[in-house]
């Protein structure tokens, strides 16, 4: 069966005669990064973005369109395959594992149909053969990348342009200086907002800081707007706008604290608009100006581009076409993962339906608000930071700020947009909590979720082949590492030592952790078992055991063990155990000799002043993950 699918997917990608003589449409993708739905022709009081609200009036906007993941990478990965980012191994954010050779990007699919294909200019597929996929998805894919350059002016186009102008950087993290210079400086006087007139959400502290933060931001997006005004405009003056379906959408939520980087639904819905010209028209789910709330998820877009394009779809593809000839049944539900992003360790699953939003947090004892070096570049996040007391905000902020997580979340986002008020425990609810829950336990084995396991495990695991090759054909048993993290915030003691004499790595990965994530004392015989793991053969199993002892008081047994894997040869176990050391603090003051040689390795291999928004490959970006933990540790030993 897997050489006939296999051969399948050859055919999908050589020259076709037929469809090189039918007549198919252009498409265009805009992107705008780090943006939630803030337009407004999605009914934000605040939103100055004229030209997405015309081009809302010619095209169909969808309501519930939602990234795969709450930051760029791994969603870019999802995007460019159709694959979940979990079932690919690139779930965790700049992890360079490999997709399969044969996995060129659905682009390709079209360059062989005789399309010519551009990027402008973002790539970040987080995929260790990312500039194979750019070799064989793009004519060109660069800063001057543009349709305009092709030889054939006959020839169908795609054409992507990712804009940067709404990104983290510029909406929080650059010098207020130089936002005013690259991103206001475009603007005029009655476009710029006015921080006392802004909108603040309820989960945000109603603060000066956050006001003027919140307001650059949604300059950002009016200076994004006058960008997609300009794109539409160029392919009017071409000519091409009769012949192009054009898509407008964010890569996920909006930059700013709470929203990227969470899988609520300011993090993981976005902007959809798609305008069919009337020639194409019947290729659309109804008329221009009109809404759909049909569930679509990132996963689904490269198989309706190929559907759209009358371009065959590979089997191997787990999203659903949701236009052309294509076009599938809606689908019930939506997926949402959240893994390591850059230094900071997590893993959170997601399945949102027409109603419901349900979150399994399988690290609760981790909050949404952790430090994070990137991020923390900007004064918004030091608001929240200095704000971060119950005593100091109400209960939807202190939900974000606060030190944990619940382990299961539900929400009504029909009645409750903002995700404010948790359901979980709610009688009423139960049924649709079950249901969600359910369907996210399928949802894992299904598509072979390997989130679960180790990053440093999962690398020795896939050695010489892919996690999509090795999960897909059934060589790698996740399930018992499902089940044991999902043991982690619920299970008692027992269960957790029964898992740490496992002999499969990444089950007693997961029993260290839930010892750590335990409020009460340890026993003496977990103890024992804990200090028995810092020899473990695991370095993610020595480091969660260490981290362990950590959290129960007894640092001085650990540390040796989290210093020693500190200086290893392999960057993501440095990473591992840098980010342990930084988040013990100043109780670990003792290893800032060994955190400040660990600094100096790492900026070595990618040096400082490059922006963390530039990807390198193999270890430069790891790199840059130790140096962020290790900087950020003895930062706040200098502060104390």
Not at 534 to 563: C, F, M, Q, Y
Request: charged residues 25%; aromatic residues 8%; positive net charge.
């Amino acid at each position: 069966m897997k050489t006939i699918r296999n051969l399948l997917f050859l055919i999908t990608i050589l020259p076709c005669s037929v469809g090189l003589a039918k007549e198919r449409p252009n498409v265009l993708w805009i992107t705008a990064e780090d943006m939630s739905p803030v337009l407004g022709c999605y009914g934000d009081k605040d939103a100055i973005t004229p030209n997405l609200d015309a081009f809302a009036k010619e095209s169909v906007r969808y309501t519930k369109a939602f990234a795969s993941a709450p930051v760029c990478s791994p969603s870019r990965s999802c995007l460019i395959t159709g694959c979940y980012p979990p079932s690919l191994s690139t779930q965790q954010m700049r992890s360079g594992f490999p997709m399969p050779e044969r996995m060129k990007g659905f682009p390709a699919l079209l360059r062989k149909e005789g399309y010519y294909t551009t990027n402008n200019v973002k790539t970040d597929y987080n995929s260790g053969n990312y500039q194979d996929i750019i070799k064989s998805s793009w004519n060109e894919s660069s800063a001057t990348a543009h349709w305009r350059k092709r030889a054939d002016k006959k020839a169908s186009i795609f054409s992507v342009f990712n804009l940067m102008t709404s990104h983290q950087s510029r909406s929080m993290v650059w010098p207020r200086q130089k936002f005013l210079q690259e991103v206001q400086s475009k603007l005029k006087t009655s476009e710029i907002h006015d921080p006392a007139k802004i909108t603040l959400p309820p989960y945000y502290p109603d603060t000066p800081v956050i006001r003027r933060t919140v307001a650059r931001f949604h300059d950002c997006v009016t200076a994004m707007d006058k960008e997609v005004g300009a794109i539409l405009k160029q392919l009017e003056e071409d000519g091409l706008a009769e012949n192009t379906i054009v898509f407008f959408y964010s890569d996920h939520g909006s930059g700013m604290p709470r929203h990227k980087r969470a899988l609520l639904e300011s993090g993981m819905r976005v902007a959809l608009m798609i305008r069919f010209p009337k020639k194409w028209q019947h290729l659309a789910p109804s008329k221009p100006g009109t809404t759909s709330d049909r569930l679509v998820a990132f996963v689904d877009f490269g198989p309706t581009v190929l559907s759209l394009t009358g371009t065959p779809i590979p089997e191997e593809m787990q999203g659903q076409p949701f236009l052309g000839e294509k076009n599938a049944k809606p689908r019930q539900y939506v997926y949402g993962h959240r893994d390591r992003v850059d230094e900071v360790r997590d893993l959170a699953r997601s399945v949102r339906d027409e109603r419901y939003l349900y979150i399994r947090n399988y690290m609760p004892h981790l909050g949404y608000n952790q430090p994070t070096v990137w991020p923390d570049r900007g004064e918004i996040r030091h608001e929240f930071y200095r704000l971060s007391s119950p005593d100091k905000m109400n209960a939807a902020q202190w939900h974000f700020a606060g030190p944990t997580r619940p382990v299961e979340e539900l929400f009504d986002c029909q009645k409750d947009p903002h995700n404010l008020n948790d359901l979980a425990g709610s009688k009423e609810h139960q049924e649709a909590l079950e249901r969600l829950r359910k369907e996210h336990k399928k949802h894992i084995r299904r598509t072979v979720d390997l989130g679960f396991l180790p990053e440093s495990e999962a690398w020795a695991m896939f050695e010489g082949s892919s996690g999509w090759e090795m999960g897909q054909g059934g060589k790698v048993p996740v399930g018992p590492s499902q089940k044991a993290a999902a043991q982690v915030g619920v299970a008692n003691e027992g269960a957790f030592l029964k898992n740490l004499s496992s002999k499969d790595a990444s089950i007693r990965y997961w029993g260290a952790i839930g010892l750590a994530a335990r409020k009460d004392k340890p026993s003496a015989k977990a103890l024992q078992k804990l200090k028995a793991a810092l020899k473990d053969s695991s370095a993610a199993v020595r480091i969660e055991a260490a981290n362990a002892l950590a959290a129960h008081g007894d640092l001085k047994t650990g540390l040796p063990v989290l210093l020693k894997d500190l200086a290893h040869e392999n960057l993501i176990i440095v990473t591992h155990a840098a980010r342990t050391i930084e988040l013990l603090g100043k109780k670990a003051a003792s290893a800032a000799p060994q955190m400040k040689k660990a600094l100096e390795r790492a900026v070595k291999i990618r040096p400082p002043e490059l922006s963390p928004v530039i990807v390198l490959p193999g270890d430069k970006d790891l790199a840059m993950f130790v140096a962020f933990s290790c900087q950020a540790f003895l930062d706040r030993l200098k502060k104390n």
